[in-house]
């Protein structure tokens, strides 16, 4: 499994809070001697005669994780050797920014004459938490596969009376019904800027004022509709909160955070 790189990180919660960015053309697949960590500080290329790195496709992201679809075969050893234990993938043929990581199933001990290959379906990229699949998908599949996606425009926080799943959708939570409830915009310019996979809202978030009994509520959405549409974050950690009429229902400036880690 592969680590998202800061770098990555920074890049996919901009595009969900609706920050344009420009895929790679193409995916490398580097290898590496080390463990590249997420800042690549880490990354340690095999400098054997010959290594390069190597174009590496996808298959179309699905339940949050995109997967290498075909074989990548690297160029032939014809001098010196390395142990590569890890591999990094990168917007670049050199340089660049690594956008994942992740360890090979085994080593490969390298040496003159050998021709490495990673095998399909090796490689592979999963964002997992309280992000939904929608969101994961549609920005895995822009970052590693130069997708097109309409980003969000508008962001609304719903409240949930009912444990939200990865798999929900804006039309699938479960919200209260009536009594004055309505989902509230997060407003203009609704975001501070994104910065080490984090970001939180610029702007007091305050419900209408409960007419009645809104139930208990027990975890929270961030959709991109006033309802229906796409739910793109949840959150089911909460403090359960029974809401009844008159009660003032909000979230301060810098109280909704978003973070991918």
């Not at 085994?106 to 490495?116: E, L, R, W, Y």
């Not at 990673?118 to 699949?133: C, K, L, N, P, R």
Request: aromatic letters at 8%.
């Amino acid at each position: 499994m592969g680590s998202l790189s800061n770098h990555a990180e920074d890049k996919i919660l901009g595009m969900v809070l609706g920050v344009a960015y420009t895929p790679p053309a193409t995916v490398y697949l580097a290898l590496s001697t080390a463990d590249p960590l997420d800042d690549a500080s880490g990354l340690a290329e095999p400098g054997y005669t010959g290594y390069a790195r190597k174009a590496i496709a996808f298959g179309a992201a699905a339940t949050g994780r995109v997967t290498q679809n075909a074989q990548v075969t690297f160029d032939q050893c014809t001098a010196g050797s390395a142990t590569v234990t890890h591999w990094a993938l990168m917007d670049a043929p050199s340089g660049g920014n690594m956008l994942a990581h992740g360890a090979l199933a085994a080593s490969k001990n390298i040496v003159a004459g050998n021709t490495p290959s990673v095998a399909s379906g090796q490689v592979y990229v999963e964002i997992t938490g309280e992000m939904s699949h929608y969101a994961a998908n549609s920005a895995l599949d822009r970052m590693f596969r130069n997708q097109a996606w309409t980003l969000p425009s508008a962001w609304y926080v719903a409240l949930v009376t009912a444990t939200v799943a990865a798999t929900n959708t804006g039309a699938t939570i479960t919200e209260p019904a009536g009594n004055n409830y309505g989902r509230t915009s997060v407003g203009s310019s609704p975001w501070a800027t994104v910065s080490g996979g984090a970001s939180e809202n610029n702007n007091a978030i305050t419900f209408p004022t409960p007419s009645g009994s809104w139930g208990t509520v027990v975890g929270m959405a961030l959709c991109d509709a006033s309802s229906g549409g796409n739910m793109l974050f949840f959150d089911n950690d909460v403090t359960d909160q029974a809401i009844g009429s008159g009660d003032t229902v909000s979230f301060a400036i810098g109280a909704l955070d978003v973070s991918l880690t």
